[in-house]
């Protein structure tokens, strides 16, 4: 910690704003601040109160001066909706029959959700609009037998969906019923999910309550169409190493879960450790019988693992192994490359057909220790068959890869705000376009190959590759860090929104 602010000024709720180094806090007294976090100097703050001490749950839009901002205050069920949080401009507030339990906007829209209790029995979802007061333009009861505080309730177009341990709901805001209402399996919290390529597949994780959470099952949900009940189809419960032992499957920030292109193979993995999964008309199995450690382990953390979308391959960057077995096939031949695992997290990779990979490392300065932090940025193409590094080029301000469906064309997503076209075989720049006004974090082609989505800081768009010019733009509300196709090539997955982008309807 750097600094650390008196009692009790700051003990209301502080999260990070777009820019990293800097945080906006709710204080105890109502005031709205953005601080800078190295120093704890407050960098701008609301000219009066917007609330005080709020009640039970609060949310905010994420543009990136944080204007927009909504809270249920101290009194019970009442909300407040600023249009310019730091200028004391209230656009509208507003209070409720009983107790705000959630609250959201829906993107793109004026419309604020809440959720609040009616009885210890039933509940509803509000919906209001904001732009003519407080307008309830309809209420949505359902049952339940416990509505609990801090659980999110989260948009994605017109849909909201709200998750507690007992139920998950998701209901279609510009409709009057709900679409899904669900019972989850047991009374096991579902920690973390994640949608297949195919979109009617998610995969579920439970974890223990112990400091150091540890997987407990592995559940594979499936809807149809999206409107009907979720079903569990299989559950995998991970083997302890003795008896009475945790799981050995630690969940941390690492963890992550990645599909093939058609969905039916799954890697759960937190660096060191994976765990192969198979997912068929039957429900899900473990693919190597259980957890197995394919990476050793790093000083600097741990490098991400690539399943290869199409084909029976596994990518650690130390080796490639056989998927259906976690058989090693092939050791990398690092030699001169250094501090391997500093690119641990984002799309520093990608499969070039079965018989190459693309990365961006770092290759070590001349008479480097191995553990010395030296070594420039380089786009790299190695050879599978061989594990030898077969061309290189510099690549000083890339952020991420990505490899066309045809393999012919590597989109390179840079911080100088281009993404820049390589030669699949020499790695040489083609030519380059400045995509965003700000760093391009993430990038994706479409299916068809004639489409390339690219994400910066509060936009997603997509370009005609062939033309050079963009297609569509889609304004975020919040930062976003990873965008994603589904397989039907319609709808763009942007972290846990889902879009169906105009220019991708053919």
């Not at 799309?347 to 070590?364: I, K, L, P």
């Amino acid at each position: 910690m750097l600094w650390q602010a008196p009692q009790p000024q700051w003990n209301t709720f502080a999260s990070f704003c777009d820019d990293p180094k800097e945080i906006c806090c709710l204080t105890a007294n109502g005031i709205l601040q953005r601080v800078d976090v190295s120093s704890g100097k407050v960098l701008a703050q609301s000219k009066s109160r917007i609330g005080v001490f709020f009640h039970r749950y609060e949310v905010f839009d994420g543009t990136q001066d944080w204007r927009r901002f909504a809270l249920a205050t101290g009194v019970s069920g009442q909300v407040r909706v600023f249009s310019d949080s730091w200028n004391d401009r209230l656009q509208t507030e507003f209070v409720s029959e009983s107790s705000i339990w959630a609250l959201a906007f829906l993107p793109g829209t004026d419309l604020l959700l809440a959720i609040r209790s009616v009885s210890e029995q039933a509940g509803c979802l509000e919906i209001r609009d904001c732009s003519q007061g407080s307008r309830l333009v309809r209420c949505l009861p359902f049952s339940s037998s416990n509505i609990p505080w801090g659980y999110p309730l989260r948009c994605s177009g017109a849909y909201a969906a709200f998750m507690s341990p007992d139920r998950i709901r998701i209901w279609n805001c510009t409709e009057s019923s709900p679409v899904r209402t669900d019972s989850a399996p047991r009374d096991q919290r579902l920690v973390y999910s994640v949608l297949s390529p195919v979109g009617t597949q998610v995969l579920g994780v439970r974890v223990n309550s112990e400091p150091n959470r540890k997987v407990e099952e592995i559940s594979l949900l499936r809807t149809q169409g999206g409107s009907d009940a979720v079903v569990e189809l299989g559950t995998i419960g991970l083997r302890c190493e003795k008896a009475g032992a945790s799981p050995a499957f630690p969940w941390t920030t690492n963890a992550e879960i990645q599909f093939n292109r058609a969905g039916d193979r799954a890697l759960m993995f937190n660096g060191q450790l994976a765990m192969g999964l198979e997912i068929g008309p039957e429900g899900l199995k473990s693919t190597w019988g259980g957890v197995k450690q394919l990476l050793p382990t790093y000083e600097n953390g741990s490098q991400r693992m690539l399943i290869h979308p199409d084909s029976d391959l596994l990518w650690t960057g130390e080796s490639v192994f056989e998927f259906s077995s976690a058989r090693e096939l092939m050791r990398m031949k690092r030699g001169e490359f250094k501090n391997y695992p500093a690119f641990r997290r984002g799309r520093r990779a990608a499969w070039m057909g079965t018989d190459h990979m693309v990365e961006q490392c770092r290759v070590g300065a001349a008479g480097a220790a191995a553990s010395d932090d030296f070594g420039a940025n380089h786009l790299v193409l190695w050879d599978i068959k061989t594990g030898a590094p077969v061309a290189r080029e510099p690549s000083p301000y890339g952020r991420g890869v990505a490899v066309s469906p045809d393999g012919k064309t590597i989109a390179e997503g840079c911080v100088d705000l281009r993404v820049r076209f390589r030669n699949p075989t020499t790695l040489a720049v083609e030519r380059e376009i400045r995509a965003h006004d700000s760093e391009v974090k993430d990038l994706e082609w479409h299916p068809s190959g004639r489409i390339l989505a690219t994400l910066s800081q509060n936009e997603v768009r997509l370009w005609d590759v062939k033309e050079s010019r963009i297609l569509e733009e889609i304004r975020l509300k919040d930062s976003k860090t990873e965008i994603r196709f589904l397989s039907n090539g319609r709808q763009l997955k942007v972290d846990g929104l889902i879009f169906e982008p105009k220019s991708c309807a053919f």
